[in-house]
């Protein structure tokens, strides 16, 4: 049955595995709990590769490739009987998932919840599809000299708040990290690396273009987020020091 996983579900069941270890959690601690798993996953190239021999589909290639699968075949490996869902916003996938993670927690539908964020690049159909996009701009937009961009970078390279951006390049990776609320985690003498203070999600409604961000939805956005944890990001001492940020930057 293996054999017929996506590898993305086979590597982040380690993944998830090895966070709990940091974290100084044993799965039988955990075993039959609430514990919530939100998974941000844009891609399953896998499937794609299946189907270049349909008449050879492996009988479990439904559930072994699935995106609905990716977060409960945790779950279910664990034993695990919180909310358990796949979350795809394409590029802020994983981003999402956390926003998600947190709000469970906030209302109480899980004390431990489990995100994580997936991607694997195993054909070159994406790479295909998204070098045919093209963003849509007006024509005085500030800085383009061109009314349409292609999505990927030719030159392969992601460069984010740089003059020079010609687009992004993808890229492969795996990661998990274990929520708590912090009150919680203090009684219970967890280890904290961070401590999450607000997250927030909009969308950009109606732009240039489908695929095309909005800076004024985005501004609105940061000032929201900052203002629900009593931040104010036109104060000097309230403004971030450092950002950590998906390439894109949507």
Not at 172 to 183: R, T
Not at 203 to 217: C, H, M, Y
Request: aromatic residues 8%.
């Amino acid at each position: 049955i293996a054999e017929q996983m996506d590898p993305q579900q086979k590597i982040l069941l380690e993944v998830v595995y090895e966070a709990l270890e940091y974290a100084g959690y044993s799965v039988s601690q955990l075993r039959g709990s609430s514990t919530a798993v939100f998974v941000g996953q844009m891609t399953d190239d896998y499937y794609d590769l299946l189907l270049r021999d349909v008449d050879n589909i492996p009988q479990y290639a439904g559930t072994g490739s699935a995106r609905s699968v990716v977060a409960n075949r945790i779950s279910y490996f664990f034993d695990w009987k919180g909310p358990s869902m796949n979350i795809d916003t394409a590029c802020s996938s994983s981003l999402v998932a956390l926003h998600q993670a947190v709000q469970s927690l906030r209302v109480g539908e899980t004390e431990l919840a489990v995100v994580a964020g997936v991607n694997l690049i195993l054909g070159p159909e994406h790479y295909i599809t998204e070098s045919k996009v093209r963003c849509p701009m007006p024509d005085n937009y500030a800085f383009l000299t061109i009314t349409q961009l292609h999505m990927l970078s030719p030159a392969g390279r992601s460069r984010m708040w740089d003059a020079r951006a010609d687009g992004y390049a993808r890229g492969e990776g795996f990661a998990a990290l274990i929520l708590k609320k912090l009150d919680q985690a203090i009684a219970d003498r967890d280890h904290i690396e961070c401590i999450v203070r607000e997250t927030g999600v909009n969308q950009d409604g109606r732009t240039f273009g489908l695929t095309v961000p909005s800076a004024a939805s985005q501004a609105a956005l940061i000032q929201s987020t900052y203002s629900k944890c009593g931040l104010d990001c036109t104060k000097e001492e309230d403004r971030c020091q450092y950002f950590e940020a998906h390439a894109t930057s949507t």
